[in-house]
């Protein structure tokens, strides 16, 4: 858990529902592997419901509006691959959750290297049940378009107990460089030595341009462990660096947002109408960013990277977010 300093006005939209985490991507590929399992031809889709934990009973909260962040592992602007098959990964996928009792965002990171259940598509596209493999590979049947972000949108659904999301936004690598660079660069501290994959992010304080965001958000081979949740560690540090250089730009001049997301537009899908965009604006403009939470657990290393929750603190990650007692 860490939590972050408050950010208000209309950096919070901005920077965490346009910006934060198709910033934070996690792009690497070592190896990626998924175990077929033969169903009903349909997959589940868990509907959110009352719970009860030690006598309490729990239930879904009415209060929130919850919008899921899918970072792509792909440059170019998004197009249909023409298929039920794409292949891209769902390398960031974070839930942004707008609590409007509390005025404050909570972001859920979820590793995408998770191993979970998650729908199929047949060549037909119809279902042909599920496939349990890293969460990754939830966008990678269907088109690539609205189809597949529905397919994690029903896997995260289904791993959190059913909860509801209400909107989705998928975004490509090429805003990464857009966004970075349209702040002016984002000071970060680096602690990883990346001499061997990219010689100028040198240890120490420094300022990212261009390439170089994407190289210390993404890569994790060749630096340290190479584990998942080493680099999210590196991309929370990049998230409090954006929001800074986001700030003293947008007081040097409010316009920049507007052209920045004018830039980035073509790399980006949603299901989230443009009017509405601008009421969630409006309702959300004042509160406060509060935690950056990932669901614990234990990484392991087979033919690819798996990561296993811990189910009991998913259990009460899931009911602290979601749920309130009756």
């Given at each position: 858990m860490n939590k972050q300093k408050p950010v208000?006005?209309?950096a919070i939209f901005c920077v965490v529902l346009v910006l934060v985490l198709v910033i934070v991507y996690s792009g690497l590929r070592i190896l990626e592997s998924t175990v077929?399992?033969?169903s009903d031809g349909s997959s589940q889709n868990n509907t959110s419901k009352t719970i009860t934990r030690d006598g309490i009973d729990y239930f879904p909260r009415q209060d929130i509006t919850v919008l899921m962040l899918i970072g792509i592992d792909r440059y170019g602007q998004l197009e249909s691959s023409g298929f039920y098959r794409n292949d891209s990964?769902?390398?960031?996928?974070a839930l942004l959750i707008f609590d409007e009792k509390s005025e404050q965002c909570n972001v859920l990171y979820l590793n995408r290297d998770t191993m979970l259940e998650m729908p199929a598509l047949g060549i037909t596209g119809r279902r042909a049940g599920t496939y349990y493999g890293q969460l990754a590979l939830s966008y990678s049947y269907g088109s690539g378009l609205e189809d597949s972000a529905e397919l994690t949108r029903e896997t995260v659904s289904n791993f959190l107990y059913g909860i509801n999301i209400d909107y989705y936004a998928v975004m490509t690598m090429d805003a990464i460089t857009i966004l970075n660079d349209a702040v002016g660069g984002v000071k970060v501290n680096v602690t990883d030595d990346f001499s061997e994959v990219d010689?100028?992010?040198t240890m120490g304080e420094i300022t990212l341009q261009g390439e170089q965001?994407?190289?210390?958000?993404?890569?994790?081979r060749g630096l340290g462990d190479q584990l998942n949740i080493s680099r999210i560690e590196r991309q929370k540090e990049y998230i409090k660096g954006f929001v800074e250089a986001f700030r003293a730009k947008k007081e040097e001049s409010s316009s920049f947002v507007l052209s920045a997301h004018?830039?980035?537009s073509p790399y980006v899908l949603s299901d989230c109408p443009v009017n509405t965009i601008s009421v969630l604006m409006d309702r959300f403009a004042d509160y406060e960013l509060a935690e950056i939470v990932s669901p614990e657990g234990e990484?392991?290393?087979t033919d690819f990277y798996e990561f296993h929750v811990d189910e009991e603190k998913l259990d009460e990650l899931i009911l602290r977010l979601f749920y309130a007692p009756k």
């Open positions: 208000k006005g209309i077929f399992n033969s990964s769902a390398d960031v996928v010689p100028t992010i965001a994407i190289n210390f958000v993404r890569l994790r004018s830039e980035v990484s392991v290393l």
